[in-house]
């Protein structure tokens, strides 16, 4: 775990904390008990809060700021998993795996800050309340759906149908001839959709000729985002 701030959690943090949805009908010693676990966070740009494979000891809750969750390969490339955002756990799941082990690496891409939840105090919180063990369970079922489209449209679809679903998800062009802007490299593009960098250089230069996009310097502009739309032609629910 790379070094960030982190101290003992301020009663306003708590009380971010308390407005949560899943803590809001926990009574009052079983929240006291489960704050006083509870350290702030401060993180920075390019700081890792944690590392793949270390020893999950902790979960997060994000107040602020954009955080990715990756991986690297052999060859010493990044491949990333999702973004996160203000309102996301982060090492939930991990933390009642066994072994507890951290599943991705966590990079902050901003400035931001969050609530590090100790494993035993929350483990002891979902005994207490039911409740909040069932919003656990449901959380982590909408994942598992989550992730098993995602694995059955890598291995149902196109590389092309993949990088339009994918500009399309991200960058959401407003209108036709519209700026876009996407969270990642075309390299770390490429990886996550499970392509290699040339078919997805090869797809872009298509889609120039065809008059789909067009780019100027480091931007990408969208004109016929039906275009894109077409070559998807599938309804997704992920």
């Not at 070094?3 to 949805?21: I, W």
């Not at 991986?71 to 990044?78: D, L, N």
């Not at 909408?142 to 960058?171: C, K």
Request: aromatic share 8%.
């Amino acid at each position: 775990m790379t070094f960030v701030k982190c101290q003992a959690a301020a009663p306003a943090m708590a009380a971010r904390l308390r407005q949560h949805p899943w803590f809001l009908a926990l009574d009052e010693n079983t929240f006291k008990a489960l704050a006083s676990h509870c350290r702030d966070l401060n993180f920075q740009p390019g700081q890792e809060i944690f590392s793949h494979g270390d020893p999950c000891n902790t979960c997060m809750l994000v107040f602020e700021g954009q955080l990715q969750g990756l991986r690297y390969t052999q060859e010493g490339e990044e491949k990333i998993f999702g973004h996160i955002s203000p309102g996301a756990f982060i090492g939930l799941h991990s933390l009642f795996a066994q072994p507890p082990l951290h599943w991705h690496t966590i990079r902050a891409v901003t400035t931001g800050n969050g609530c590090l939840l100790e494993a035993g105090a929350l483990r002891k919180a979902c005994l207490a309340a039911p409740a909040l063990a069932l919003s656990v369970i449901e959380h982590g079922a909408r994942l598992l759906r989550h992730h098993t489209e995602q694995i059955d449209w890598l291995t149902s679809s196109t590389a092309e149908q993949r990088l339009a679903d994918y500009i399309l998800r991200f960058g959401k062009p407003q209108s036709d001839d519209a700026r876009i802007q996407l969270p990642l490299s075309w390299a770390q593009i490429a990886t996550k959709l499970g392509m290699r960098p040339e078919t997805l250089s090869r797809l872009l230069a298509k889609w120039r000729r065809q008059g789909f996009i067009r780019s100027q310097r480091a931007s990408l502009y969208v004109l016929d985002s039906s275009a894109l739309r077409e070559i998807v032609r599938t309804d997704r629910v992920i």
